[in-house]
């Protein structure tokens, strides 16, 4: 028996949309490749109740759930070899993983070292003559190339989060599901790695997949006070902040509102970006918004003519005024 495993996280006790669209993918996989079955493998952080996330993968037609848990808390990137210890490679199809975080991360060491090849940015899975073949997004998502693996071995894949269409699959209750715990090892087996401190990051009541209003900055806000308005902004439309991958690099805005390939790939009904020129990475992130609305002092700015409606001029001044505007309307 073969495994394609899938890497999957649980955001608020729920399975995460990333995850849930690299489950599809393992499914599809698995039903291309004679006597293969999907391990789903959730990470589990802390004390989290994996059972809601469970259910849900059961709901997707996985019949085989891995559990891997720290002792002592959360998983971490440094736990990546007593991760692969519980992992099956001899018998690995594939090891998928959503582009976030933790399994990208995860994902990319297990590949580095079991010497596996690794695919990035890929979007669509199937398999070839001699082994599988990708359809990989390159150019910011402009274009997409094929890419094949000349023996039917297996690859590490890292998947972005793209719409993909549900699997006419027979749902699998909990009770009939194989489920394994298994333990990651102890703080000490860490390798190269020591915890300096650990800083809490409030998390927002919606993620950015969630949000259905994003307005965001970039280095053309001038520093971290320049997010302030826009977060006001945000809040004031039952939105959520976004950031481009400079402004959370130079530290102005924490990496949770990061839009873009190494982010979040987001398809708000509004995004709304102050002083973000456009990197390819970047509108690969944002570009299926059903309304893109862009402000920058550079009217060359690629992103400009990406949007809908494109404004030249400066965002700390313009976006004062439209929350003036708003709570006048509010009041």
């Known amino acids: 028996m073969h495994e394609v495993f899938a890497f999957v996280e649980q ?19 698995a039903r291309s490749r004679p006597d293969t079955r999907v391990t789903a493998v959730l990470n589990l952080s802390g004390e989290a109740n994996p059972s809601p996330t469970v259910a849900a993968l059961g709901r997707q037609g996985v019949r085989r759930v891995l559990i891997v848990a720290h002792p002592e808390g959360d998983i971490e990137p440094s736990d990546v070899q007593p991760v692969m210890a519980q992992l099956d490679l001899a018998r690995c199809a594939l090891l998928l993983a959503p582009a976030t975080r933790l399994p990208s991360m995860l ?135 976004g950031a481009s991958r400079v402004a959370t690099d130079l530290g102005w805005v924490d990496r949770q509102h990061l839009v873009g390939m190494s982010g979040s790939t987001v398809r708000p009904a509004l995004y709304l970006a102050c002083g973000i020129s456009g990197a390819p990475h970047h509108l690969m992130g944002m570009r299926d918004a059903t309304l893109i609305v862009a402000l920058n002092t550079d009217e060359r700015a690629p992103l400009l003519s990406l949007a809908h409606h494109a404004f030249v001029g400066d965002a700390g001044e313009i976006i004062p005024k439209v929350i003036d505007r708003l709570s006048g309307i509010a009041a």
Request: aromatic share 2%; proline share 5%.
């Open 11 to 29: 955001d608020r006790g729920k399975l995460d949309a990333c995850s849930a669209m690299v489950v599809v993918h393992a499914l599809r996989a």
């Open 107 to 241: 994902a990319a060491c297990i590949a580095a070292r079991a010497g596996l090849p690794l695919v990035q940015d890929c979007v669509a899975i199937r398999a070839g003559a001699s082994g599988w073949r990708f359809d990989v997004a390159t150019a910011g998502g402009m274009a997409i190339v094929e890419a094949a693996l000349d023996a039917p071995g297996p690859a590490a894949v890292l998947m972005p989060l793209r719409d993909v269409a549900p699997l006419d699959i027979e749902a699998v209750e909990p009770a009939a599901m194989e489920i394994v715990t298994k333990t990651a090892g102890p703080k000490a087996a860490r390798e190269g790695v020591r915890l300096a401190e650990r800083v809490k990051v409030r998390r927002e009541e919606m993620t950015l997949a969630e949000a259905n209003v994003i307005v965001s900055g970039g280095r053309g806000l001038g520093g971290a006070e320049g997010f302030e308005p826009l977060k006001r902004l945000a809040d004031m439309m039952g939105g959520h902040l």
